[in-house]
């Protein structure tokens, strides 16, 4: 899972990177509006934190451009304590949550999760699917209550798919969601990725679509044909 900040406070960036990576999130820094603004609309995030007060465009110029051109990513915007008109104009130019400064980190974490979650469809913490729990919150994989190890890129990978259940992603999808910007971005390496969960979660939970990417089904959902190959 993707995370977009947009923060000019040079500290406040490096501390929010530092909790939303612990979260298990790939994150990209923008320090000023213009930079923000083309990122949001240029590269793909499951959410996005929104300082209001930046340089160069300030943050309800740059919610208001994505909205305008139908960008609906989630956005979480910072605003200044007491300042309760900020906080309406950002609901109102299409906001999907708000945090006064200062804050606690744990709960912008909660929040981002919150819209994520909810974004995608669901209303728990834990996402299922037969044997295997994801813990959003304590980023914990079990299989049977078993807890299970996962490298950073393997859980944002099950993560993307969990979130997503009943929906063929492509590679180059999960591959945009799994990696920051400034990393060398090689979707041939989520199918490493998939083969080392399938070794470790079972192999019938994510099922391979071929030509089409990868999907885990819904649960409850019919099961169709085998998983398709090994990879």
């Given at each position: 899972?993707r995370?977009?900040?947009i923060?000019?406070?040079v500290?406040l960036?490096?501390?929010?990177?530092?909790?939303?990576?612990?979260?298990?999130?790939?994150?990209?820094?923008?320090?000023?509006?213009?930079?923000?603004?083309?990122?949001?609309?240029?590269?793909?995030?499951?959410?996005v934190?929104?300082?209001?007060?930046?340089?160069?465009?300030?943050?309800?110029?740059?919610?208001?451009?994505?909205?305008?051109?139908?960008?609906?990513?989630?956005?979480l915007i910072?605003?200044?304590?007491?300042s309760w008109?900020?906080r309406?104009?950002?609901?109102?130019?299409?906001?999907?949550?708000?945090?006064?400064?200062?804050?606690?980190?744990a709960?912008?974490?909660?929040?981002?999760?919150?819209?994520?979650r909810?974004a995608?469809?669901?209303?728990?913490?834990?996402?299922s699917?037969?044997?295997?729990t994801?813990d959003?919150?304590?980023?914990?994989?079990?299989v049977?209550?078993?807890p299970?190890?996962l490298?950073?890129?393997?859980?944002r990978v099950?993560?993307?798919?969990?979130?997503?259940?009943?929906?063929?992603?492509?590679?180059?999808e999960?591959?945009e969601?799994?990696?920051?910007?400034?990393l060398?971005?090689?979707?041939?390496?989520?199918?490493v990725?998939?083969?080392?969960?399938?070794?470790?979660?079972g192999?019938?939970?994510?099922?391979?679509?071929?030509g089409?990417g990868?999907?885990?089904?819904?649960?409850?959902?019919a099961?169709?044909a085998?998983?398709?190959?090994?990879?």
């Amino acid at each position: 899972m993707r995370v977009l900040v947009i923060e000019d406070d040079v500290d406040l960036q490096r501390q929010l990177n530092a909790a939303l990576d612990a979260a298990g999130y790939a994150v990209d820094p923008a320090y000023d509006g213009e930079q923000g603004e083309f990122l949001g609309q240029t590269e793909s995030y499951d959410a996005v934190v929104l300082d209001l007060g930046l340089p160069k465009l300030d943050g309800l110029s740059v919610l208001r451009s994505w909205r305008e051109s139908d960008n609906n990513v989630p956005v979480l915007i910072l605003t200044a304590r007491g300042s309760w008109t900020e906080r309406v104009e950002g609901i109102d130019a299409g906001a999907d949550d708000y945090l006064s400064k200062p804050f606690q980190m744990a709960e912008l974490v909660a929040r981002v999760r919150a819209l994520i979650r909810r974004a995608s469809g669901h209303g728990s913490a834990e996402l299922s699917c037969g044997p295997v729990t994801l813990d959003t919150r304590a980023n914990r994989v079990t299989v049977d209550g078993a807890p299970v190890s996962l490298t950073a890129h393997e859980y944002r990978v099950l993560a993307y798919l969990m979130h997503h259940q009943g929906r063929t992603v492509s590679r180059s999808e999960l591959s945009e969601h799994v990696y920051a910007q400034d990393l060398d971005r090689d979707s041939n390496t989520i199918e490493v990725f998939v083969r080392r969960l399938r070794k470790k979660l079972g192999r019938d939970l994510i099922r391979t679509e071929r030509g089409l990417g990868y999907r885990i089904d819904s649960p409850g959902a019919a099961q169709g044909a085998p998983v398709a190959g090994g990879r």
